[in-house]
């Protein structure tokens, strides 16, 4: 069982910059890829990056240069470094993580990021 808790979102301009932080507990980290994905309002939940256990990364078309993916093992964290954000990017963010042993999934409750003027 794994516990995840996602922070970091907000209010920002377009062109500003987030850092979303998932907190993972309950397992052992190392053993999971990671994911973030968003949900806008009346969309279907997207893949926006994922990151292996040996930091292995892709991302969706429409972030890639701008969001960058990262992970500490030691902290049981995995972050989404956000750039020159637009207003098409304004959706809850939620934390995926994979178990690489049996592909069972655990979400994080999202949170929100808006970009805006």
């Known amino acids: 069982q794994v516990q995840l808790v996602e922070s970091g979102g907000g209010l920002v301009q377009p062109g500003g910059s987030l850092r979303l932080s998932c907190a993972a507990s309950?397992?052992?980290?190392?053993?999971?890829?990671m994911y973030w994905y968003r949900q806008a309002p009346g969309n279907q939940r997207e893949l926006v990056a994922s990151?292996?256990?040996?930091?292995?990364?892709n991302y969706a078309d429409s972030v890639k240069g701008r969001f960058t993916i990262s992970r500490d093992n030691a902290k049981n964290t995995v972050y989404l470094q956000m750039n020159s954000l637009k207003p098409e990017d304004t959706a809850v963010y939620y934390c995926?993580?994979?178990?690489?042993?049996?592909?069972?999934?655990?979400w994080g409750q999202g949170t929100q990021v808006t970009a805006s003027s």
């Open positions: 309950g397992s052992i980290f190392v053993l999971y890829t």
């Open positions: 990151i292996t256990n040996g930091g292995t990364t």
């Open positions: 995926k993580a994979r178990a690489l042993r049996n592909g069972i999934e655990y």
